[in-house]
């Protein structure tokens, strides 16, 4: 089950998620500093990130790691207010370019290609206090952000990542309020957001394609997250239907116009006009790009990054009530299917990855696809010997073959979420997700390698799987 010669194997991880260091060395707090420090039980027994995995100090430990795993790609991002501690490049923090510097340059030293993401959930507290995501100021902001980044590491960096999950975390920072600033605007916000983060990529793109890609010669795209989706009854065409919002309203809302034409899927801008007119509102809840920003935003993408997790059944569920909210307008209702083994609240489907890949081939002409994050979590405490993860991994890997032999997807790179267990967002400390175990009680934070971090190496020695698809 050889993949092709020279596909990538990667692991990833995320500033905010295992650096700590919260304040050190002149770093500004970001949205999650905050958020974290309020308490009141809106994270996992009230656990911060303030020092996670120790990897702002422990960094060659987390080599070492790469290295045992024999990783040929590594995914990390860069902590915007470690680098400007107000989100502006009014006040450069040069310990936070050194820090960066360091990783970039260990990790070409060791043959491993740095994966780069610019901005992973974690915004600047300052830019926030402006308005954030749902203020167009901030696509300015981020603009000058990631010149600065292409400018200080794009000699070595050639590939990038803008924005990690732009749609989930519209929905989830801007729409429900789960996520920092954790104020919901629902059936608003979410897609307020989602319209300035398109711009903002959109932006970023084009001052790497301007001022940068001829001498650095790397490329550009951002993470979209998407789990695949089926019909809760097959034979239900409504069912059906909404199989197909579903996907529109999630994947396609910023694929499509990044992908394809600049603009929205139409059964969005149909779905939310509708409902809009319906509760009242004087026109559409979902904004409009004007045709020179349509211009603008198509084709800034140099490879459609996807990250994969579970899947899910889809049934039609009329909106009567004229609720508001992103799932009401798209008069869906999504849950899984009950057979499925669920770990630590995602469900392992691995054959999901497989499909998704090919709908992304078939709707989006073939583009060459990055998986950016796939990953299944253990609960805490967790086994070191994680062998029924590793099934699912090695499941995983045969739908990658499968997809890259017989469906001819352009599938070029894996990188599994993630290098060390992390500080996992809500769920703080109680999902496991790392080929290497932390002990988060352990001052020293060792990295202790799961049976996974093993097994895992050997793919990536032999290039793909011993036995048959």
Same mark, same amino acid.
């Given at each position: 089950?050889?993949?092709?010669?020279?596909?990538?194997?990667?692991?990833?991880?995320?500033?905010?998620?295992?650096?700590?260091?919260?304040?050190?060395?002149?770093?500004?707090?970001?949205?999650?500093?905050?958020?974290?420090?309020?308490?009141?039980?809106?994270?996992?027994?009230?656990?911060?990130?303030?020092?996670?995995?120790?990897?702002?100090?422990?960094?060659?430990?987390?080599?070492?790691?790469?290295?045992?795993?024999?990783?040929?790609?590594?995914?990390?991002?860069?902590?915007?207010?470690?680098?400007?501690? %107000?989100?502006?490049?009014?006040?450069?923090?040069?310990?936070?370019?050194?820090?960066?510097?360091?990783?970039?340059?260990?990790?070409?030293?060791?043959?491993?290609?740095?994966?780069?993401?610019?901005?992973?959930?974690?915004?600047?507290?300052?830019?926030?206090?402006?308005?954030?995501?749902?203020?167009?100021?901030?696509?300015?902001?981020?603009?000058?952000?990631?010149?600065?980044?292409?400018?200080?590491?794009?000699?070595?960096?050639?590939?990038?990542?803008?924005?990690?999950?732009?749609?989930?975390?519209?929905?989830?920072?801007?729409?429900?309020?789960?996520?920092?600033?954790?104020?919901?605007?629902?059936?608003?916000?979410?897609?307020?957001?989602?319209?300035?983060?398109?711009?903002?990529?959109?932006?970023?793109?084009?001052?790497?394609?301007?001022?940068?890609?001829?001498?650095?010669?790397?490329?550009?795209?951002?993470?979209?997250?998407?789990?695949?989706?089926?019909?809760?009854?097959?034979?239900? @065409?409504?069912?059906?239907?909404?199989?197909?919002?579903?996907?529109?309203?999630?994947?396609?809302?910023?694929?499509?116009?990044?992908?394809?034409?600049?603009?929205?899927?139409?059964?969005?801008?149909?779905?939310?006009?509708?409902?809009?007119?319906?509760?009242?509102?004087?026109?559409?809840?979902?904004?409009?790009?004007?045709?020179?920003?349509?211009?603008?935003?198509?084709?800034?993408?140099?490879?459609?990054?996807?990250?994969?997790?579970?899947?899910?059944? @889809?049934?039609?569920?009329?909106?009567?009530?004229?609720?508001?909210?992103?799932?009401?307008?798209?008069?869906?209702?999504?849950?899984?299917?009950?057979?499925?083994?669920?770990?630590?609240?995602?469900?392992?489907?691995?054959?999901?990855?497989?499909?998704?890949?090919?709908?992304?081939?078939?709707?989006?002409?073939?583009?060459?696809?990055?998986?950016?994050?796939?990953?299944?979590?253990?609960?805490?405490?967790?086994?070191?010997?994680?062998?029924?993860?590793?099934?699912?991994?090695?499941?995983?890997?045969?739908?990658?073959?499968?997809?890259?032999?017989?469906?001819?997807?352009?599938?070029?790179?894996?990188?599994?979420?993630?290098?060390? %267990?992390?500080?996992?967002?809500?769920?703080?400390?109680?999902?496991?997700?790392?080929?290497?175990? @932390?002990?988060?009680?352990?001052?020293?934070?060792?990295?202790?390698?799961?049976?996974?971090?093993?097994?895992?190496?050997?793919?990536?020695?032999?290039?793909?799987?011993?036995?048959?698809?």
């Amino acid at each position: 089950m050889a993949f092709p010669a020279g596909f990538g194997w990667g692991a990833a991880t995320a500033a905010y998620q295992v650096e700590g260091g919260w304040d050190a060395d002149g770093k500004g707090p970001n949205v999650w500093d905050t958020f974290t420090h309020q308490g009141g039980e809106r994270i996992f027994k009230n656990q911060t990130g303030d020092v996670a995995c120790g990897s702002y100090t422990l960094w060659e430990e987390d080599l070492k790691c790469i290295k045992q795993l024999g990783l040929t790609h590594y995914r990390f991002s860069l902590s915007w207010s470690r680098l400007l501690p %107000d989100g502006t490049t009014g006040f450069i923090n040069q310990k936070g370019i050194d820090y960066y510097n360091k990783i970039i340059d260990d990790l070409l030293a060791n043959q491993v290609t740095p994966i780069v993401t610019l901005y992973h959930f974690d915004l600047p507290q300052a830019l926030e206090d402006k308005g954030g995501w749902l203020s167009v100021a901030t696509i300015e902001s981020f603009n000058e952000y990631a010149r600065f980044c292409f400018s200080t590491f794009g000699d070595r960096v050639k590939q990038w990542i803008t924005i990690n999950e732009a749609n989930l975390f519209a929905l989830l920072a801007y729409d429900l309020g789960m996520f920092p600033p954790a104020i919901p605007h629902q059936g608003t916000g979410g897609y307020q957001a989602a319209h300035n983060l398109i711009k903002a990529h959109a932006r970023a793109w084009h001052s790497y394609d301007s001022l940068f890609r001829k001498e650095q010669k790397g490329m550009v795209s951002l993470s979209l997250f998407a789990g695949w989706v089926e019909p809760a009854d097959p034979n239900s @065409v409504s069912d059906q239907e909404a199989a197909k919002r579903t996907l529109a309203f999630h994947l396609d809302f910023f694929a499509k116009p990044i992908f394809i034409d600049g603009d929205y899927p139409e059964v969005v801008k149909s779905q939310v006009a509708a409902m809009s007119q319906k509760q009242g509102y004087p026109s559409s809840r979902l904004p409009e790009f004007t045709e020179e920003e349509k211009r603008m935003i198509k084709g800034t993408a140099d490879f459609f990054a996807v990250q994969y997790y579970s899947s899910s059944l @889809v049934k039609h569920q009329e909106n009567d009530k004229g609720e508001l909210g992103i799932f009401q307008d798209a008069e869906i209702e999504i849950f899984p299917d009950p057979s499925w083994i669920n770990l630590g609240g995602i469900y392992v489907v691995p054959w999901g990855i497989r499909k998704l890949l090919k709908y992304i081939k078939d709707t989006y002409n073939n583009p060459v696809i990055y998986i950016t994050e796939n990953g299944f979590p253990q609960g805490d405490p967790a086994p070191l010997d994680d062998t029924q993860r590793w099934e699912y991994f090695r499941q995983t890997f045969q739908e990658l073959f499968k997809a890259i032999h017989l469906d001819k997807v352009d599938l070029k790179l894996y990188c599994a979420w993630a290098l060390l %267990d992390n500080f996992e967002w809500r769920q703080g400390y109680s999902l496991r997700f790392g080929f290497f175990h @932390v002990d988060f009680e352990d001052p020293e934070r060792r990295r202790v390698p799961y049976t996974s971090a093993k097994e895992y190496a050997k793919v990536i020695r032999n290039n793909g799987l011993e036995g048959h698809p």
